[in-house]
T-cell receptor, first 117, second 116 residues
Framework: ETGVTQTPRHLVMGMTNKKSLKCEQH?????MYWYKQSAKKPLELMFV???????ENNSVPSRFSPECPNSSHLFLHLHTLQPEDSALYLC????????????????FGPGTRLTVL | AQSVTQLGSHVSVSEGALVLLRCNYS??????LFWYVQYPNQGLQLLLK??????LVKGINGFEAEFKKSETSFHLTKPSAHMSDAAEYFC??????????????FGAGTTVTVRA
């Protein structure tokens, strides 16, 4: 595997289910991100981990719970979601974000298309 | 805080015609600027970026963008559109999270369709 991978690619869940999204990066990066992409809206940054420490929680509801066990893996645990949470969830990684004033590009995975019924 | 405005949510061009996608930003410090492209059912891919130095930046697939500080703009162009350029394009600016950490703030995106 190369780059950033995400599983599953598609997920349909009920509002009472618990599921997890997985992201893995094979680029040796130290920062990882979760984004939510909804139709007709700008990309919303949800969480940022730098050196496995969460540095941003962008007012995301507690029904979304991130986990970063190491610099290569990032999870997004989902529980009791709402239909408005249906979206494409993108994971990204980059070199350490505390250096270079943010000049490093982010590498994105293909996303998980989530549908909440 | 920085912000990004992309003028026009949808652009339609003929194959072989000029592609022009507009991006304006607001920033209190010299910005780092990016253009990303998203093809259907894929993640975002970097087209080009401006950090320092030459204000005309060349990217992949024949795209280029010019940083104009006086106009706070970073418009993306391609002289001759190809059918494969049909995608969604995002402009982004690097923004400080806290003292030393940075994130990207994205525009709302512009969808490009190419007519044969």
């Amino acid at each position: 595997e190369t780059g950033v991978t995400q599983t599953p690619r598609h997920l349909v869940m009920g509002m009472t289910n618990k599921k997890s999204l997985k992201c893995e990066q094979h680029l040796g990066h130290n920062a990882m991100y979760w984004y939510k992409q909804s139709a007709k809206k700008p990309l919303e940054l949800m969480f940022v981990y730098s050196l496995e420490e969460r540095v941003e929680n962008n007012s995301v509801p507690s029904r979304f719970s991130p986990e970063c066990p190491n610099s290569s893996h990032l999870f997004l645990h989902l529980h009791t979601l709402q239909p408005e949470d249906s979206a494409l969830y993108l994971c990204a990684s980059s070199q350490e974000i505390s250096r270079g004033r943010g000049a490093f590009e982010q590498f994105f995975g293909p996303g998980t298309r989530l549908t909440v019924l | 805080a920085q912000s990004v405005t992309q003028l026009g949510s949808h652009v339609s061009v003929s194959e072989g015609a000029l592609v022009l996608l507009r991006c304006n930003y607001s920033s209190s410090v010299p910005p780092y600027l990016f253009w990303y492209v998203q093809y259907p059912n894929q993640g975002l891919q970097l087209l080009l970026k401006y950090t320092t130095g030459a204000t005309l930046v060349k990217g992949i697939n024949g795209f280029e963008a010019e940083f104009k500080k006086s106009e706070t703009s970073f418009h993306l162009t391609k002289p001759s559109a190809h059918m494969s350029d049909a995608a969604e394009y995002f402009c982004a600016v690097s923004e400080a999270l806290r003292s030393n950490d940075y994130k990207l703030s994205f525009g709302a995106g512009t969808t490009v369709t190419v007519r044969a």
